[in-house]
């Protein structure tokens, strides 16, 4: 019901806009998170944005290069990234709840995509 998209290989200092569509599901009762998990590593925060996209929060790695936006109408949700770091490179996944509480927290979401890979290269 989620399908991330928009992944891939890029060099330090680039920019990549991941996708987030949504099927099966009211898309604007849902909060939206995007998490990664790098190798060897436990699945963290990236960016969460409640129903309606008036509130948003970053993880403190990514704030101010990176931007999570939604576009209701389309089903469909992004993040932005810019000025990425090799630090960067994980499976970004995004994640589905109804509510915005605890929206930090990975293990209370409902549904998520399958992931998509990125690579930042030094």
């Known amino acids: 019901q989620l399908q991330a998209s928009g992944g891939g290989l890029v060099q330090a200092g680039g920019s990549l806009r991941l996708s987030c569509a949504a099927s099966?599901?009211?898309?604007?009762?849902?909060?939206m998170g995007w998490f990664r998990q790098a190798p060897g590593k436990e699945r963290e925060f990236v960016a969460a944005?409640?129903?309606?996209?008036?509130?948003?929060h970053y993880a403190d790695s990514v704030n101010g290069r990176s931007t999570i936006s939604r576009d209701n109408a389309k089903n469909t949700m992004y993040l932005q990234m810019n000025s990425l770091k090799p630090e960067g490179t994980a499976v970004y996944y995004c994640?589905?709840?109804?509510?915005?509480?605890?929206?930090?927290?990975?293990?209370?979401?409902?549904?998520w995509g399958q992931g998509t890979e990125v690579t930042v290269s030094s």
């Open positions: 944005i409640s129903w309606g996209g008036g509130t948003t």
């Open positions: 994640a589905a709840k109804r509510d915005y509480y605890r929206h930090y927290d990975s293990s209370i979401y409902t549904y």
């Open positions: 099966g599901l009211t898309f604007g009762d849902y909060a």
